[in-house]
């Protein structure tokens, strides 16, 4: 079992819906998470970061944590096509960060 | 403005070769890392340092090697390059260690012929 676990996609969401994101990891003991975006050829740009249970929102993004579960998502509203790219999870092992092999989101005019 | 810049962009080289992919910031953070991402596997840890002198390993070491010599740079060998060393490989910092997230630099793509 991978220890962040993620859909690769793709994901193809329509202009203006709701885009949902998922990641599931195996540590219990995680505490930090992340979502990063990655477009082709560039690096990965960390856009949310939670760290309780519960749902955290910055602007159109809203990350949701649930720790009983072992599960992240997140939510991208209003999509746009400038959204469209590969969306890592990532979470806090000891010392270190894993990251998950990213699912590809693609917004459709 | 402060940043992370990764050297060179692209290298191709021969198998057997050493290699040394440069990885610079100033933003005077302690902690770096070095990253390789793959298809099919994402971004896999190979080394990571808190601070001058000190260098730890991580999931994908084997036929790398860093060294930390000074806050700024983390430089990453390749001691004798292997075609499954093609990849492209992300230098990351950050400020307070792994709960805050990192900084990516722009990558080096490497292709070991």
């Known amino acids: 079992q991978k220890e962040v676990e993620q859909n690769s996609g793709p994901l193809s969401v329509p202009e203006g819906a709701i885009a949902s994101l998922n990641c599931t990891y195996s540590?219990?003991?995680?505490?930090?998470f992340f979502w990063y975006r990655q477009y082709s050829g560039k690096s990965p740009e960390l856009i949310m970061f939670?760290?309780?249970?519960g749902d955290k929102e910055d602007g159109r993004f809203t990350a949701q944590l649930n720790k009983a579960s072992q599960y992240v998502s997140l939510l991208i509203r209003d999509s746009q096509p400038s959204d469209s790219a590969t969306y890592l999870c990532a979470v806090n092992n000891a010392s270190k960060i894993i990251f998950g092999s990213g699912t590809r989101l693609s917004i459709r005019p | 403005d402060a940043e992370i810049t990764q050297s060179p962009r692209h290298k191709i080289t021969e198998t057997g070769r050493q290699v040394t992919l440069a990885c610079h910031q100033t933003?005077?953070?302690?902690?770096m890392f070095w990253y390789r991402q793959d298809l099919g596997h994402g971004l896999r840890l190979i080394h990571y340092s808190y601070g001058v002198q000190d260098t730890n390993k991580g999931e994908v070491s084997d036929g790398y090697s860093v060294s930390r010599s000074n806050t700024e740079d983390l430089p990453l060998t390749l001691e004798s390059a292997a075609s499954s060393q093609t990849s492209v490989y992300f230098c990351?910092?950050?400020?307070?260690?792994?709960?805050?997230?990192?900084?990516f630099g722009s990558g080096t793509r490497l292709t070991v012929v």
């Open positions: 540590d219990r003991g995680s505490q930090s």
């Open positions: 990351a910092s950050s400020e307070k260690g792994w709960s805050y997230g990192y900084t």
């Open positions: 933003w005077n953070h302690n902690n």
């Open positions: 939670i760290y309780s249970n």
